[in-house]
């Protein structure tokens, strides 16, 4: 049976098994998210182009449907962007790489299947993807159990690469403790010395709470509050309208669609006007700001990426990214939201995935452990592989360190105040692989 999220308007023009044309395998069309269909098979232009050679199998599980669903789109369009380029450049090591892409439905029970079926059914010889850290969190020992990378491209709960880290999964990008290391010194130092934090109450939300909470603290802070609120709650009244009391800032943590619903109806309880306004830069994200508004505005956020050509992402590398995903995004919203950093995470893990093949030889599972050494403290750098930045890969918890970017959203876009060098996000590693 064809998933949902195939019929979907976004969908149809997409390159994927039984549609593909040498014009959209050349990457001349300006396909937007990649490959349908929950298996997708080589096609001919991919045998013309490459011969006999054998594919890598890369699976890329993503909330194609469900409450995560507009995020996931825009992350396959990382995932599918790296990919194009891989593929137009003679792939990695004169091989293409064969997408494999399943939706999970933002279900953790869905995405524990489909990540057997990726490792079982269609052999994947590595994963790159995710987006909910739920889901991340149970699909984590399935690639364990059948010793396949897990390049995750998304997922930020902390306990990834801290209590239930693995041997098998990676982190390219940042976490919410090396954010509140950047952040809390100013938003204690520049902002107030009180705060409330409101929070997407599942396994991201709660880890990253409690991260701020530690770091504000450190920093000479308090956090006076805090406010849970269920994944997907579309009428927050209830758990704002009770959030009251003599403090100096709000301080949000949500994503995608709720992200929208904080900011609106926070501004319309007037919590926004009243308490200073700061948060994770997700309630922010490009992809967001149109539904926002005005009701945005002075919003002060950390984010890994922003969508700006201001310093110092004023770079030919950066552009190039750029403008390929602003002309991909445009094909899934006709409004043409800017890239966010859900694109730019997946685009660098999966970039992350080819060096290390590169490096170490990878012909398939059988060489996994080969690709984990050539993963553990891969150094990236600034580049068309990596246009966000520098970034280490820390062998001892597979967690990654990189610049951080706070930024102010002003007259509707983001606005760079502070750029905080990856040196001063590191946070000591709490991972004992089994």
């Known amino acids: ?42 096609p001919p232009p991919w045998r013309e182009a490459f011969g006999q050679a054998k594919p890598y199998k890369i699976g890329t599980l993503q909330p194609l449907s469900g409450a995560g669903a507009a995020g996931g789109k825009t992350a396959l369009v990382g995932t599918q962007m790296a990919v194009d380029r891989i593929n137009k450049a003679g792939g990695i090591n004169g091989r293409p790489i064969e997408l494999v892409i399943a939706d999970y439905e933002s279900k953790p029970d869905v995405g524990r299947r489909k990540a057997e079926k990726l490792a079982v059914e269609d052999k994947i010889d590595a994963h790159q993807g995710g987006f909910l850290s739920n889901v991340c969190l149970a699909c984590m020992p399935v690639f364990e159990e059948h010793k396949i990378v897990n390049m995750i491209g998304v997922c930020l709960d902390t306990t990834i690469t801290t209590s239930k880290c693995s041997r098998y999964t990676f982190r390219s990008f940042d976490y919410a403790p090396a954010q509140a290391v950047a952040f809390a010194p100013y938003l204690v130092g520049k902002m107030g010395k009180k705060w409330h934090i409101a929070f997407a109450d599942y396994a991201w939300g709660q880890s990253t709470r409690d991260a701020y909470a530690e770091q504000i603290k450190k920093a000479g802070g308090e956090v006076v509050g805090t406010t849970g609120i269920p994944l997907g709650t579309a009428d927050m009244t209830p758990f704002l309208s009770k959030i009251s009391g003599a403090f100096d800032g709000f301080f949000g943590i949500f994503f995608g669609k709720d992200g929208v619903t904080i900011g609106n109806q926070a501004f319309d309880l007037g919590l926004t006007k009243k308490y200073r306004w700061a948060g994770d830069g997700a309630i922010a994200e490009a992809t967001n700001l149109p539904a926002l508004g005005n009701k945005i505005e002075g919003f002060v956020g950390i984010n890994r990426y922003v969508p700006v050509l201001d310093p110092p992402l004023n770079t030919p590398h950066h552009k190039k990214f750029f403008d390929d995903a602003v002309a991909r995004l445009k094909q899934i919203d006709p409004s043409g939201p800017l890239p966010d950093r859900y694109v730019q995470a997946n685009f660098e893990a999966m970039n992350a995935l080819k060096v290390g093949i590169q490096k170490s030889g990878f012909q398939g599972r059988a060489d996994t452990p080969k690709l984990i050494a050539a993963l553990e403290g891969l150094e990236m750098k600034e580049g068309d592989d990596f246009p966000q930045g520098d970034k280490t890969l820390r062998k001892d918890d597979h967690q990654a360190f990189l610049r951080e970017f706070i930024f102010e959203i002003k007259d509707g876009k983001h606005r760079i105040v502070e750029v905080v060098p990856k040196e001063k996000t590191v946070f000591p590693p709490a991972c004992k692989f089994a």
């Open 1 to 42: 049976m064809a998933e949902r999220w195939q019929d979907e308007e976004w969908a149809k023009d997409l390159w994927y098994s039984g549609k593909a044309t040498r014009r959209k395998f050349l990457g001349l069309g300006a396909a937007a998210a990649g490959a349908l269909g929950a298996t997708l098979l080589v």
